[in-house]
Each structure stands twice: as structure tokens, then as C-alpha cells.
């Protein structure tokens, strides 16, 4: 299995800063362009996990490109190029400090939160008597604030985005707008694949006054899918969905009594669970493009992406 690439450190011409995020390495090029690197890392509770996941970064970074391709009808986004397999280079928007989460079924934290007795999540009601996976009547929004590097995303409902002032009101309609209309999108998509789109997240910007969709969309690492094929009857039986998202790294992390609090040890991960969870992400490419994984093996991935990148710059 080839070297996960976990960061990097790159001097471009006209580079004026690099963001280190989660996963990212986000180089700010001039006044108006970014370079996002998709690293290897994988995170989970917002802690970045301790070894990286061969050929995550490339499956993130080409299932983010297709789909940014394929919802551009709806509302423009912040690519214009793909120069290497990790990586995309595009537009510098003024993000607004929120991530637009929408919800097709009720599970994972919400679920979890839906167990404590809470029946409001981010001042949105939710009906009683509900299971999990089950699906909404219609697709929910529960936005989080945008967290600082090394914060918590904490929920927060429409009310307490407008009474903040986080973003306009006229604005707000629009993200909303948008949030619904990708969903549906990626909806039909994920159907012709075989798989539900249950929930996922987008952000976005603005750049010369006009909303921009940024960073990834539809990808195992912002979204959740399930098969279609034995939904009904794993819900009816009450069993576990066969689901290809993150979700199952949060899952074993849980089992061995880690989600992310003080004073909980991150669990071993030996080989065998990195390449098993290499697999998973390529799994879902396939699953979700419909088309076979190709992965780019090189002695010197890291080369690579620069000579790439220097190619567009």
C-alpha cells in the first residue's frame, strides 16, 4: 500500500499564506486564487486521527470535483481546475461562518440527540415516536457554526444565525435554497447509483457579491449514504444500515471509548484497519461515480502535487 500523504509544506510564487485544516492544506495564491491540497489525514470528533488513510485524499478531492461539475446549473462554485488527483485549485471567497447541514433521514448525532428526549434540534421540530434511520417527511436544515482550528462545530438554529447577524437574512434564504436544490441533485445522482443520499453538509461564500458553493460536496467525508437495495427491510427488522460514510470510523472509535473528549486515548490503528478503511473510501467512489478507482502510485506523491500545482500557477 502506498505512503499516506499527512501534510505538506510548499513555497509557491505569489503564495501570501497556507491554512493547515483537518485535512486540507489550503494555499492562498495572489489576491484572489486558492490551491486546496486533500491530504491523506482522517479526522473524527474534530480530532484528526494518528496515521493517514492511503488514496482518502484522492478519493475526496475527485468525488468533490465531479460533483461541484455536475451542480454547477444550480449555483456557481469556487473551482477552475483539478491540476493533480488531490487536488483542486479555484476561486478565494469570503466564506460565511456556518456549514449548511441538511437532513434526509434521522441518524448519527442526530439520532443520538433525538435519544436523550431532545425533540428540537437546532429549532427545527422533531415528531415523536420516530426510529432510527427513519426517514423525515421532507429533508431538514440544521446548520453549525464554522469552527476555528482546533474548536468544536456547535449546532445553532436559523433564529440564532439571524438574531447574530452571522448572515442576512436575504442571504440566508438563498443558502437555504441552495442547500434543498443540491440535496435533491445529489439525491437523483446517489438513486441511479443504487445508494440514498441520507445527509450531508455544504459551505459557502461569497465572491463580487455573489453566493459561491465551496469546498467539497457529496463526499464520504461530508456525507452519509445507505443501499437502497434492503433499506426497508434492515428498517423494518430494525437493524443497522449498510451505509458507505465516515460514519463507521466513528463507530469503532466508539466501541473502543473514544468520541473525541478530554482524557479519552485515540485507539491503536494497525495496518490492517488503515487498509481496511482505505478500502471503504475507495468502495464508495466507485459506488457513488460508477466507475472503477484508478490509483495514482508513485514513488514520490508529494513531488508530484508541486510539479502540478507549479503547472497552473
Not at 191 to 210: H, P, Q, R, S
Request: aromatic share 10%; hydrophobic share 35%; proline share 4%.
Amino acid at each position: 500500500m502506498s505512503k499516506a500523504v499527512t501534510g505538506t509544506d510548499f513555497q509557491f510564487e505569489g503564495q501570501k499564506n497556507k491554512y493547515t485544516g483537518k485535512v486540507r492544506d489550503v494555499y492562498s495564491i495572489g489576491d484572489d486564487k486558492l490551491v486546496m491540497v486533500v491530504t491523506d489525514k482522517i479526522s473524527a470528533f474534530d480530532v484528526v486521527l494518528p496515521k493517514g488513510i492511503p488514496f482518502k485524499g484522492q478519493v475526496l478531492n475527485q468525488i468533490a470535483s465531479k460533483f461541484l461539475d455536475a451542480t454547477s446549473d444550480i449555483v456557481p462554485n469556487w473551482k477552475t481546475s483539478t491540476p493533480d488527483p488531490m487536488v483542486t485549485a479555484g476561486d478565494k471567497c469570503e466564506p460565511f461562518p456556518i456549514e449548511m447541514i441538511i437532513r434526509g433521514y434521522i441518524t448519527g448525532s442526530a439520532w443520538r440527540t433525538y435519544q436523550t428526549g431532545q425533540r428540537v434540534i437546532c429549532g427545527v421540530q422533531i415528531p415523536d415516536n420516530m426510529q432510527n434511520n427513519q426517514k423525515f417527511d421532507k429533508p431538514i436544515i440544521t446548520p453549525s457554526t464554522k469552527a476555528e482550528q482546533g474548536e468544536h462545530d456547535e449546532d445553532i438554529s436559523k433564529e440564532e444565525i439571524l438574531a447574530q447577524g452571522l448572515v442576512s437574512e436575504k442571504d440566508y434564504a438563498l443558502l437555504e435554497k441552495y442547500t434543498y436544490e443540491l440535496f435533491e441533485r445529489g439525491t437523483q445522482i446517489a438513486a441511479e447509483k443504487g445508494l440514498i443520499l441520507v445527509d450531508t453538509k455544504y459551505e459557502f461564500g461569497k465572491k463580487d457579491g455573489e453566493i459561491i458553493l465551496i469546498d467539497e460536496i457529496h463526499t464520504p467525508d461530508s456525507s452519509r449514504y445507505f443501499y437502497a437495495d434492503g433499506y426497508q427491510e434492515r428498517f423494518d427488522k430494525g437493524e443497522n444500515q449498510k451505509q458507505l460514510s465516515k460514519e463507521f470510523v466513528r463507530e469503532w472509535l466508539m466501541e473502543n471509548n473514544f468520541q473525541g473528549k478530554d482524557g479519552q486515548i485515540i485507539p491503536e490503528m494497525n495496518n490492517e484497519k488503515v487498509n481496511e478503511i482505505s478500502e471503504r473510501y475507495i468502495e464508495l467512489y466507485e459506488s457513488i461515480i460508477g466507475e472503477k478507482f484508478v490509483k495514482e502510485e508513485c514513488n514520490n506523491v508529494l513531488a508530484r502535487i508541486e510539479k502540478n500545482i507549479k503547472s497552473i500557477l
